[in-house]
């Protein structure tokens, strides 16, 4: 999901890090995971909370960036969207 998650946050610098730091999840058609990550090696400290779909195993079980809301300041709390 790095990559995904570089090529659609605009922060003018590439992170160094990235930490997830707390995730929910909900079982649909897959599981739903809403993610919070820490954007380490950056000035300000930035997190994005991402939503992730993951596929049934019986599917391929394939992860999908399904949306995500960014920028995050690292003390928001993470709630589903």
Do not use: W
């Amino acid at each position: 999901m790095r990559k995904q998650i570089e090529d659609n946050v605009v922060n003018g610098s590439d992170s160094k890090v990235y930490i997830p730091l707390v995730y929910s999840s909900q079982i649909v058609n897959g599981t739903n995971y809403v993610v919070k990550v820490f954007l380490g090696g950056r000035d300000d400290g930035v997190c994005v909370h991402a939503k992730v779909h993951q596929a049934l195993a019986c599917s391929g079980g394939k992860l999908t960036l399904s949306r995500f809301h960014f920028p995050k300041t690292f003390d928001e709390p993470l709630n589903p969207f």
